[in-house]
C-alpha cells in the first residue's frame, strides 16, 4: 500500500517531521454497510514533504454533521501508519466498526485526513462528500440482503481436496454490501485437520474442526455445519455456519477475529452464500 509516487520501493525512514504536507491524487470515498466503515482509495494519498522525513501516524476518519460547519460526529476511523516524504498510501480499501450516530435527518459526510504531532492529532486534509438521509440512525438509502428462503437440508460432509468458496454479501444486521465489497475467499481442505483460506488479505493455513449443530435459519430450528477455522495467531478464528440447501451450496454465517493492521481487533459477523467444488 506505500509507494513511491511512481514505483514500488522499500521504505527507509531517516527523520522525523512533524508537519507531513499531504496530497490526494485520486479519489478517496467511504461506504458504511452497518456495522461496517469502508474506505477506499483509488490513487494516492501523497506526502510531498521532502525526502528522507517521517509523518507521524496517518489516520481516516469519517465525520457525521447536521451542517458543513456544525459539531461532529466520529462514524469510525482507520490507521494507514507513517509515511516518509516522496511515498503514498495508494490504490487501497480498508475496513473498520462503523458507529452510526442515532439521529434522523439529512446529515453531512466528512472525510478527515490526521496526522498524530507533538501537539496531538491535526486536520491535514478534508474531503467533503455530501449528505445521507438518515432516521434513526440507519441510512434511509440502505438496501437489505434477502435470505435465500431456499429449505436447509442436512449438512454433507467436508472431503480432502474440496474447496469451499465463500462469497461475502451482507453484514451482521443483513445490510446487503455493494457489488464491489461482496469478496469471494475460498477454504481449500487439505489433509485433517489442516487447511488453507485463501481471501482479499491473503492465504494462510489454518487448522480446522467440522460438526453438525441445531440452529436456526429464517425462524425455523434447522441442522447446519460449523466450520471453525484456527489460524497460526491462537486469537486469530473464524466460525463460519453452513446452512446447505442444496448438496453443494447454500448460505453461510461467519464471526470472525479481525486483525486490521496497525488498529483494534475486533469481532465481525457477515452473511453470504457458498459453493463446494
Do not use: H
Not at 12 to 32: E, K, P, Y
Request: hydrophobic share 35%; proline share 5%; charged share 15%.
Amino acid at each position: 500500500m506505500k509507494t513511491l509516487f511512481a514505483a514500488l520501493v522499500m521504505l527507509f525512514c531517516l527523520s522525523r517531521m512533524d508537519a507531513a504536507i499531504l496530497n490526494l491524487n485520486g479519489d478517496l470515498t467511504w461506504n458504511v454497510t452497518e456495522p461496517r466503515l469502508t474506505f477506499q482509495m483509488d490513487g494516492g494519498l501523497q506526502n510531498n514533504s521532502p525526502a528522507g522525513t517521517v509523518s507521524g501516524t496517518i489516520k481516516l476518519v469519517l465525520w457525521a454533521s447536521q451542517t458543513p460547519s456544525s459539531t461532529r460526529s466520529m462514524v469510525g476511523e482507520y490507521s494507514l501508519g507513517q509515511i516518509s516524504g516522496g511515498y503514498q498510501f495508494s490504490n487501497f480499501t480498508v475496513s473498520a466498526p462503523s458507529d452510526v450516530p442515532t439521529v434522523t435527518g439529512d446529515y453531512y459526510f466528512t472525510i478527515a485526513v490526521l496526522e498524530f504531532t507533538t501537539a496531538g492529532w491535526v486536520n491535514r486534509l478534508l474531503v467533503e462528500t455530501g449528505t445521507k438521509k438518515l432516521s434513526a440512525g440507519n441510512f434511509v438509502a440502505q438496501l437489505k440482503w434477502p435470505q435465500p428462503t431456499a429449505k436447509v437440508i442436512a449438512p454433507m460432509p467436508l472431503l480432502s481436496g474440496q474447496k469451499l468458496k465463500l462469497t461475502l454479501r451482507a453484514s451482521e444486521y443483513l445490510n446487503r454490501f455493494p457489488a464491489d465489497l461482496q469478496s469471494l475467499s475460498t477454504v481449500t481442505i487439505d489433509s485433517a485437520p489442516k487447511a488453507t483460506v485463501k481471501d482479499p488479505n491473503g492465504k494462510n493455513s489454518a487448522t480446522y474442526s467440522y460438526k453438525t449443530t441445531n440452529t436456526r435459519y429464517n425462524g425455523k430450528k434447522v441442522q447446519a455445519a460449523n466450520l471453525k477455522l484456527q489460524y497460526s495467531n491462537a486469537s486469530d478464528y473464524a466460525t463460519v455456519t453452513l446452512y446447505f440447501q442444496s448438496l453443494k451450496s447454500g448460505t453461510f454465517k461467519s464471526i470472525a477475529k479481525v486483525y486490521p493492521s496497525g488498529n483494534p481487533a475486533y469481532t465481525e459477523t457477515t452473511w453470504g452464500t457458498f459453493t463446494i467444488q
